[in-house]
């Protein structure tokens, strides 16, 4: 046989056992056989590269090490869908079909927790993969989507289709990832949900290909040029080839409707992957326009979302925290418990009604979930467990400045009745610091809490002018000069902090990190959001009324403007710099600079690494992750080869941190 037909044959045979293993779950050939093909087709291509098809598997190992994304406009917005939580949203969400059309059957099928991705195919070739992003334009991943191995290169019709589906990482996967993370040291993922988007993310292809991340797919785009119903789109896409969820089911009527979302709960526990609802969609494509759509989802599905997970733990204690408008908020410190995929070991009280009418006593047994799979919460008392908790009493005082807490008429929360009450500048301050905003890790609640009392800071940009004071700080009892002066690194260096951390760390009534994040994306400068009008900002996706009005009174306040103009002054990053959310391959990697470099200056070059999360040795070892080599390039070079450790020359090293400087 020619080696043009034996490379054809071997695609072919591969592909084939990949979705016999992958898609269907049934292995037609044994592992070492497999392994022998892949090797056999992987040596031919390297040497005759002119016959590699284009659905070759051995695209599926990875290999690729990106720059970047590239921004895809999809032809179709993504769309995202309505939520219920009970049966009766769920029985109004019939009501509201059967208004304007009759005799129609659903398609269910169960809501697959992990990221959304289009997927185009051009004569039956895989041609793209991109995320849904803001739903109209989302970010380019073919090359990772590529490494997943459920995934068909090549579908059984050679038609253009764009199909849409869910990208996840089973449970399996997701525990192996998590396990080697702590071998080295590294941050968990919280969830199989968020191992997955960081993985999609990332720029080298290998790493993708090591996770084992899956896809199902379940919506065909333009669907009604090619079929008439839903469960026809779903059988379509199994016959092309596509891994579909087999849970998908036809049901009439809304009483069916419930009892079969009581089985596909049940069902859900016993799945290697997460699930958090079921999706129910209107099966006839010939009634979508006439049921119609928002602007945000379409009338005719609705996502039923199952009750979290709730799991039993300890109320150890009743702390109480003060908000920066003074607010006081009991919080539950609780016998630290897994829950849906996180550690809780805190939860929200929200006020003394809530705990009153729940009866929540210090020592019980509770019952926690996470409220829409994110807040802890302590949802009832076991009762049967108390033996002699003393009921709650509200706190009279402040535990931080010791004034009066009083109960404004008609609202639910207490107040600390002192307007500096120390308690809500130093959360203020905490918070701003903190990992997940400016992340001044030496700056901790201890160390703002005695800089506090000591008077040296009080507000935001007191922090940036500490450096004023570094002799007297050097003197503090448990500081010294070294720690003073690394406590001014970190602070100095978080000028440099991406824009959407500055906007979170601020502190915003509403602005959580994710909604900092779109707001940045929107407004990629302080100039610009500064200016948002509350039109503008209730226009984008995933920003509510609430959260606009809180932006716009933001930034409309006068000590605030004054805050941001002083932070300006002081040379805070206010800018977003695209790219600068992704895991990079540098990230946690030890690298060697070698030779001499034409394009960066070595002080250049380095200063790049460790802005991207990686560390400068001037060794090379068995521990070097990567070896840019320049010209001339001499026995550093030879040990990175001996020792079989990555080497890129100073142009791979330009397009990896390409739009990054
Ligand atoms: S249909 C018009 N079907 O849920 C919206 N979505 O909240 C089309 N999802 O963005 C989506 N499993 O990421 C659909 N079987 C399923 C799904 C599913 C998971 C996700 C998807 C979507 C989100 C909507």
Known sequence: MDIKQRIANLTEIINQANYDYHTMDKPSISDQQYDQYLKELISLESKYPEYKLEDSPTEKIGGTILSGFEKVTHSVPMMSLSNVFNKDELTQFDERIRKVVRDFSYVTELKIDGLAVSLTYEKGLFVRAATRGNGVIGEDVTKNVKTIKSLPLRLTEPVDIEVRGEIYMPHKSFNQVNEQRLSQDEALFANPRNAAAGTIRQLDSKVVASRNLDLFIYTIVDA???????????????????????????????????????DYDRLRKSLSYDTDGVVIKVNEFE????????????????????????????LKDITFQIGRTGVVTPVAELEPVLVSGSTVARATLHNEDYILAKDIRVGDTVLVHKAGEIIPEVIEVI?????????????????VCGEQVTRKPGEADHYCSNPSCPGRNINT??????????????????????????????????IYLLKNFSTELKELPGFG???????????????????????????IKH??????????????????????????????????????????????????????????????????????????????????????????????ASDLIEKLGGKISSSVSSKTDFVVAGEDAGSKLKKANELGVKVIDEQTFKGMVDGLY
């Not at 905490?430 to 009080?458: K, P, Q, W």
């Open 511 to 604: 602005i959580g990190a994710k909604v900092a994040k779109v707001l940045v994306k929107n407004y990629p400068s302080m100039n610009l959001l500064k200016k948002a009008t509350l039109e503008e900002l209730n226009s984008i996706p995933d920003i509510g009324e609430m959260i606009a009005q809180s932006i716009v009174s933001y930034f409309a306040d006068p000590h605030h403007q004054a805050l941001i103009e002083q932070l300006e002054q002081l040379g805070l990053n206010m800018v977003y710099e695209k790219g600068e959310q992704i895991e990079h391959p540098f990230n946690n990697k030890t690298i060697v600079l070698t030779g001499k470099l034409e394009i960066f200056t070595r002080d250049q």
């Open 224 to 262: 009604a040029h090619v079929v008439n119903t839903q469960k026809e789109a779903l059988e379509y896409l199994i016959k092309l080839g596509f891994k579909v969820n087999p849970n998908f089911q036809l049901v009439f009527g809304i009483g069916a409707l419930i009892n079969q979302i009581e």
């Open 429 to 462: 301050l905490i918070h701003f610091s903190s990992r997940a905003a400016m992340d001044i890790d030496t700056l901790g609640e201890r160390v703002v809490e005695t800089f506090h009392e000591l008077g040296y800071l009080n507000t935001i940009s007191d």
């Open 383 to 399: 009762k049967s467990r108390r033996t002699h908790q003393q009921p709650f009493k509200m706190i009279e005082t402040c535990p």
């Open 287 to 314: 009634l979508y326009s006439t049921i119609g759509y928002t602007s945000k989802f379409p009338k005719w599905a609705t996502a039923y979302k199952f009750q979290a997970e709730q799991v039993e733990t300890i």
């Open 481 to 507: 000069e070294k720690k003073v002066e690394n406590l001014l690194y970190a602070i100095e260096n978080s000028k440099l902090q991406s824009f959407d951390k500055l906007i979170f760390g601020l502190g």
